[in-house]
Structure formats: structure tokens, C-alpha cells
């Protein structure tokens, strides 16, 4: 199989996250997948509270309810933090120039990817929600993936994830270079079964978009191909959708496979859409099938060999 260069993804990543002592204790939080994934991507370090001002170490911030209305409140001082809070994370978001994902402190009260503990006017948990970074990322940035270290154990969760910022990744340097017209079919062509994971009705727009490139600027279809493939992918992937993706790819090289083993992957297939068989089997098996039988238009998919193989390696709970 033909082997892909892999582009660097650009992530804002919560400070805290091996980069920075910058809790609100003075600490530090190292991960192991998180530290394996910088060597492959740009890191953009932020840490909100420490941007509104807030010292090291300092009191901790909750969120609280006040009529379904989510603030951020200093939890000793009872100081409204939200406004301020909100105007410097703003301001910050809208100032970022090709960032192709967030990756985020888990249960934080700013930075949490639903897990960020919700505090009633009694002081007891009434839920869980995103931290206010979260939530002003996802209103300004809203197909953007964003992601926490937490989350990132699970593995379809991850792969979901890993794929979606080295195809942005991908995508922007591609259109970077775009220098013709037909250049932008070649590109759709390598993003197919991205797109089909993730929305089919996206493919057929953006198939569209293609085949009528010729009624374009080359400017009018970069901007209309980046934004129509974000939308895509801002969906979250189904047990069917890898499926369907990967049954696309078996149509491939089946005609090369003995009748036993054409059996072999239906079946597999089969019991992975009904929960079965996790989707890291799926990817190992594929993996080898394309490795033995070989096809240069699959090869060139995106989806196939989508990130360094040594972030599908770190310990993570199948999850899917």
C-alpha cells in the first residue's frame, strides 16, 4: 500500500495538558496519548483562566445554575466571572487562523467536554456540562472538532476524532496549493470516504460542487469545498457508517479473495453493525486486507491511512 506523508494537524490545547503548570493548584496533567500526539501535531497552548487574569495558583472556578443560566463564579469569592471570562475567550477563538481542532482538560469548569460539573444554588451537582471554553468554541467555531483527554480513551471516540483533524489538516494545505480548477477534483477524489463516514448527503453536494467547477473561481471553490467538508464532518460516525465505508472499500479487492474469505468479511461486517466486534478489529483486519491485495485508488483514500499508526496504539477502551 502506497504510503501517505501526513500533514500537521494545528490543535489548541489546554495548557495544562503537559505543556504548563497552570491549575488552579499549580499542577500539571501528563497523559500518555496526549504526549505521543504532539510529536504529530502544531500545538497552540491556552488556558483561559490564566488569560482572564487569574494567578497561579488561585481559587477554583465552578460553573452554577442561576435560572438555566450557566455562569463561572470564583468558588470562594462568589465573583462573577462570566463576562469577562467570556469576552477574553472570545476574542481569542475569532483570532485563530487555520486551527483544525481543540483538545481539552476533561471535567473542567472552562475547559470540560461534557463532564464539567454544574453546581445548583444549594451547592450540589444538578448536571454535567461543558466548560465555558467548550461552549464558546463549539457557538464560534461549531464544526470544529473538540475533544477531551478523557474522552480520547475510548477508541472510536478517538479515531472519530484523529480522523477528522488530519483530513482538515489535509484539506487546508491541499487547498493551500490549489492552484487549478480541476486540481479540486483530485482532492475530493482522496477525501471520498471521509466524506462518506461522515455525511452521504455531504458527498453528493460536494460531488456537485466538483462537477460544477467549472462555473467557479478558484477562490469561490476553496472556500465552498472547506466549508461544506467542515459541515460534513461535524457529524458524529455510526456503527452503519463505518460499515458502509468499509464494505465500499471490500468491493475493491474482493474479486481477489477466495469465496471463504469474501464470507469471512461479510460476516464480519455483519457482526460489527449489530455490536459484536469492536471497530478496532475492523481497522487491524482492513488494515492487513489492503496491506496483502493492494489498490492504488484505495490506497489514496484518506480514510485508509488517515494518521500516524502509532496513535492507534496507545491504551485505549474499545468502546465501539
Known amino acids: 500500500m502506497v504510503e501517505l506523508g501526513y500533514p500537521r494537524p494545528r490543535i489548541v490545547m489546554s495548557m495544562c495538558l503537559g505543556i504548563s503548570p497552570v491549575r488552579y ?10 504526549e505521543t500526539l504532539k510529536r504529530y501535531v502544531d500545538v497552540q497552548p491556552f488556558c483561559p483562566e490564566v488569560a ?46 487555520f486551527v483544525d481542532g481543540f483538545l481539552l482538560k476533561s471535567a473542567s469548569p472552562s475547559c470540560g ?6 453546581y445548583g444554588r ?4 444538578i448536571r454535567r456540562s ?28 478517538r479515531r472519530s476524532y484523529l480522523i477528522k483533524v488530519f483530513s482538515l489538516a489535509f484539506l487546508r494545505e491541499a487547498l493551500c496549493s490549489l492552484t487549478s480548477k480541476d486540481g479540486i477534483a483530485d482532492i ?28 467557479y473561481e478558484v477562490e469561490e471553490l476553496r472556500e465552498s469545498y472547506s466549508r461544506l467538508f467542515k459541515e460534513a464532518i461535524a457529524h458524529t460516525p455510526s ?13 475493491h479487492v474482493k474479486d481477489l479473495m477466495t469465496q471463504e474469505e469474501r464470507r469471512y468479511v461479510n460476516t464480519l461486517l455483519m457482526n460489527y453493525r449489530l ?21 492504488r485508488y484505495i490506497a489514496e483514500q484518506v480514510f485508509v491511512d488517515p494518521f500516524p499508526e502509532e496513535l492507534d496504539h496507545i491504551f485505549v477502551t474499545d468502546g465501539g
Request: hydrophobic fraction near 40%.
Open 25 to 34: 493548584n499549580g499542577s500539571i496533567v501528563y497523559d500518555n496519548f496526549v
Open 52 to 97: 482572564v487574569g487569574l494567578g497561579v495558583p488561585r481559587n477554583p472556578v465552578v460553573l452554577c445554575d442561576e435560572g438555566g443560566d450557566i455562569r463561572l463564579v470564583d468558588s470562594k469569592t462568589g465573583i462573577d466571572l462570566t463576562e469577562r471570562f467570556a469576552d477574553t475567550v472570545s476574542r481569542f477563538i475569532e483570532s485563530l487562523n
Open 113 to 118: 467536554v461534557g463532564d464539567a460539573k454544574v
Open 122 to 125: 444549594d451547592r450540589r451537582v
Open 130 to 157: 461543558d466548560g465555558l471554553l467548550t461552549l464558546l468554541a463549539r457557538s464560534v467555531q461549531p464544526f470544529l472538532p473538540v475533544e477531551s483527554e478523557r474522552r480520547l480513551m475510548n477508541y472510536s471516540i
Open 188 to 215: 475530493h477524489r482522496k477525501l471520498k470516504y471521509v466524506i462518506m463516514l461522515y455525511s452521504p448527503s455531504h458527498l453528493r453536494i460536494l460531488g456537485q460542487l466538483v462537477a460544477k467547477r467549472k462555473g
Open 239 to 251: 456503527r452503519g457508517s463505518y460499515a458502509n465505508v468499509f464494505s465500499h472499500i471490500y468491493r
Open 275 to 295: 455490536g459484536r466486534e469492536p471497530l478496532r478489529t475492523i481497522v487491524v483486519y482492513f488494515r492487513g486486507l489492503l496491506h496483502r491485495f493492494g489498490n
